[in-house]
């Protein structure tokens, strides 16, 4: 199997990001295409399950036997579908009863991976997805170091602007629109050096004998924001409104100045709870 011919295949239609989880769930579950059993597939994790079926439809297109595969999906009982984004939210939401005993995961995460512990402090303060994040990471990094990040980060509002690149932040379901970051923080991140992947993060937790719960941050963020924002502020603030609205909403300053000043309250809260 030509694996770099396979990903210039599927970079072609996908975006970087999404181009190396197809490649890698195929290359990890390709034998059970090529042996036309998914018995393997069938009983992982429903949210991983979703991921490898997805990936294998596009393996079995590239190698010309779809028609077959959408078959075995069929008679294994397997489905191109997860769970929607709102039942997804309310599984969270119900796992995440406590924000503090996410924060306090940041914690562990901070003392047994010190070489992480700003990237934490980052997603912890944002509430960024994980592969947001660590995107948005790296273009502070990057765009610093080509005296560039006046381009993403206002000053004045103390806000990156990730509407400004609308390739990577503004998905056809996920979006991201701006997050509030403390000039101190933009500070310390820009000496860091750059991630490698959300992967990559991952194994740093995962080999330190930690849980991976970077998905229960944004949920714990959301939860932990009630104190001073409303529910539509922080669907504002996560990107769960539609483009048209965000962008009346973000160009007026008055509402803005309001919206900075509680939202900071809450990181300072945030940041107490995580701080080492």
């Known amino acids: 199997m030509n694996w770099v011919s396979f990903a210039e295949w599927v970079a072609k239609d996908h975006r970087p990001a999404v181009t190396r989880d197809i490649v890698n769930y195929s290359r990890k579950y390709a034998h059970c295409l090529l042996k036309k059993d998914l018995s393997e597939i069938r009983d992982l994790r429903p949210t991983l399950r979703v991921n490898v079926v997805k990936a294998l439809s596009s393996l079995a297109r590239y190698l010309g036997v779809y028609q077959e595969y959408k078959r075995l999906v069929k008679d294994y009982g397997l489905t191109w579908k997860g769970k929607s984004v709102d039942d997804l939210v309310i599984d969270r939401l119900v796992k995440v009863k406590d924000p503090d005993e996410i924060f306090q995961w940041i914690k562990e995460v901070k003392q047994k991976r010190p070489d992480i512990s ?33 381009a993403y980060y206002n000053e004045a509002n103390e806000c990156l602007e990730h509407f400004r690149f609308k390739e990577v932040f503004i998905r056809k379901s996920k979006k ?12 310390k991140i820009v000496d860091e050096k750059p991630l ?57 300053p008055k509402l803005i100045s309001d919206l900075k000043e509680r939202i900071f309250k809450a990181i300072a809260e945030i940041q107490a709870k995580i701080s080492l």
């Open 196 to 252: 490698t992947s959300k992967h990559s993060v991952q194994q740093f937790v995962k080999k330190r004998g930690l849980k991976i719960r970077f998905a229960d941050i944004r949920e714990a963020h959301a939860s932990f924001l009630t104190k001073h924002l409303t529910p539509a502020e922080i669907d504002f603030l996560h990107g769960r409104v539609s483009t048209n609205i965000f962008m009346a909403n973000y160009f007026n």
């Open 118 to 150: 700003v990237f934490m402090d980052y997603i912890a303060i944002t509430g960024l997805r994980l592969d947001e994040a660590v995107q948005s990471y790296n273009m502070i990094i990057q765009l610093h170091r080509e005296g560039k990040l006046s």
């Open 176 to 187: 991201a629109f701006i997050s509030f970051v403390p000039k101190d923080l933009i500070a």
